[in-house]
């Protein structure tokens, strides 16, 4: 302690008598100027440290009560289709079974029966089957709805079928704001499904609601079909669930079955190289991988599909009645048990 002192006296002295000497005053100031620098520049740091950590708390804050909003919308996508299949009586609706394709749906016994279209050479979809009403009251403003089923030989994703929404004008895709449709992929519970829809305000995307699944090396969307010529007047959600509930009711007995195909043998048999599609909502993380983006994913609470089909994952997000896509990295320690 004593050396401290003696230390401290002799730096008071020089500073005092510098100070008091004429030709150190250049010198001196100097110093000053020197030392005020640094100081000044410390007080910054300190100053923009606190506002940084500030505007990540505030980003925090941001995203949890989006996830929020995002998590209250999945209920109530939920709701409505369970709200379609128990208001409607489908006692009598008839099956369409597509065995070629793996998927079974069913439609109202009062419309026509679907058509089924095969692909011509400049169509991005393998099939497409039209479910269409037989008879059209005067204010109906849907004709009915599709399902199409596309090859991930040519279409690789969800986002380059014709049902993935359209960037708005003049929305370009920049610093990555509008590279994926995060927040706008909803789990539908039991049933196989996953409802795509964004509103009339999304900053990135016009308006879309559709529902679809991914299995092998297929794509499956179903859309409703609007008359022609007829724009949204509202949200979609409420203008579909109030004017052609059957699409919703429809969906809920939508399942992917096995596909069964009667070939002819030939001599020779080509493979075709099966790929399945890039996830739609993912982040990337330091080396480069595809992993989940969702804040304290738990697999283990997620709802089984009590159809007993399982599904592709879509979001790097492994769930049990899901199969992991090739194209996502999952930790072993949280997804392990669901990998084998």
Same mark, same amino acid.
């Given at each position: 302690?004593?050396?401290? /002192?003696?230390?401290?006296?002799?730096?008071?002295?020089?500073?005092?008598?510098?100070?008091?000497?004429?030709?150190?005053?250049?010198?001196?100031?100097?110093? =000053?100027?020197?030392?005020?620098? =640094?100081?000044?520049?410390?007080?910054?740091?300190?100053?923009?440290?606190?506002?940084?950590?500030?505007? $990540?708390?505030?980003?925090?804050?941001?995203?949890?009560?989006?996830?929020?909003?995002?998590?209250?919308?999945? /209920?109530?996508?939920?709701?409505?289709?369970?709200?379609? $299949?128990?208001?409607?009586?489908?006692?009598?609706?008839?099956?369409?079974?597509?065995?070629?394709? #793996?998927?079974? =749906?069913?439609?109202?016994?009062?419309?026509?029966?679907?058509?089924?279209?095969?692909?011509?050479? +400049?169509?991005?979809?393998?099939?497409?089957?039209?479910?269409?009403?037989?008879?059209?009251?005067?204010?109906?403003?849907?004709? #009915?709805?599709?399902?199409?089923?596309?090859?991930?030989?040519?279409?690789? *994703?969800?986002?380059?079928?014709?049902?993935?929404?359209?960037? /708005?004008?003049?929305?370009?895709?920049?610093?990555?704001?509008?590279?994926?449709?995060?927040?706008?992929?909803? $789990?539908?519970?039991?049933?196989?499904? *996953?409802?795509?829809?964004?509103?009339?305000?999304?900053?990135?995307? *016009?308006?879309?609601?559709?529902?679809?699944?991914?299995?092998?090396?297929?794509?499956?969307?179903?859309?409703?079909?609007?008359?022609?010529?007829?724009?949204?007047?509202?949200?979609?959600?409420?203008?579909?669930?109030?004017?052609?509930?059957?699409?919703?009711?429809?969906?809920?007995?939508?399942?992917?079955?096995? =596909?069964?195909?009667?070939?002819?043998?030939?001599?020779?048999?080509?493979?075709?190289?099966?790929? +399945?599609?890039?996830?739609?909502?993912?982040?990337?993380?330091?080396?480069?991988?595809?992993?989940?983006?969702?804040?304290?994913?738990?697999?283990?609470?997620?709802?089984?599909?009590?159809?007993?089909?399982?599904?592709?994952?879509?979001?790097?997000?492994?769930?049990?009645?899901?199969?992991?896509?090739?194209?996502?990295?999952?930790?072993?320690?949280?997804?392990?048990?669901?990998?084998?």
């Amino acid at each position: 302690m004593g050396k401290i /002192k003696k230390i401290a006296v002799r730096w008071g002295r020089f500073f005092c008598d510098g100070l008091t000497i004429k030709k150190n005053r250049r010198r001196d100031a100097s110093i =000053i100027f020197f030392l005020a620098v =640094i100081l000044a520049g410390i007080l910054f740091s300190d100053r923009f440290y606190l506002y940084e950590k500030d505007s $990540e708390g505030k980003e925090s804050e941001v995203l949890t009560l989006e996830e929020v909003r995002n998590d209250e919308l999945e /209920k109530e996508i939920v709701s409505e289709l369970k709200k379609a $299949e128990s208001d409607i009586d489908m006692s009598d609706w008839r099956e369409h079974r597509n065995d070629w394709f #793996g998927f079974l =749906i069913k439609y109202p016994n009062s419309w026509k029966a679907p058509l089924v279209q095969s692909a011509a050479r +400049a169509s991005q979809w393998d099939q497409k089957v039209q479910f269409r009403k037989a008879k059209m009251e005067a204010d109906d403003s849907y004709v #009915g709805f599709d399902v199409l089923v596309y090859n991930t030989s040519k279409v690789a *994703e969800i986002s380059d079928t014709k049902e993935f929404p359209l960037l /708005k004008n003049g929305m370009a895709k920049e610093e990555g704001k509008c590279d994926t449709i995060e927040g706008h992929l909803f $789990e539908t519970g039991d049933y196989p499904a *996953e409802e795509i829809y964004i509103g009339t305000l999304d900053d990135c995307y *016009e308006p879309t609601l559709f529902f679809t699944f991914t299995k092998d090396q297929y794509i499956y969307n179903a859309v409703p079909v609007k008359k022609p010529g007829l724009d949204f007047l509202e949200d979609q959600r409420v203008e579909i669930f109030s004017e052609i509930p059957e699409f919703f009711a429809a969906v809920s007995t939508l399942e992917n079955i096995d =596909i069964v195909r009667k070939i002819v043998p030939r001599k020779a048999v080509v493979k075709k190289v099966i790929s +399945a599609p890039k996830p739609v909502v993912f982040k990337k993380d330091s080396l480069g991988r595809r992993v989940c983006n969702k804040k304290n994913d738990k697999p283990g609470k997620s709802k089984v599909n009590n159809k007993g089909k399982r599904h592709l994952d879509m979001e790097c997000c492994l769930d049990p009645d899901e199969y992991p896509n090739p194209h996502c990295y999952y930790d072993p320690g949280k997804y392990g048990k669901y990998l084998k």
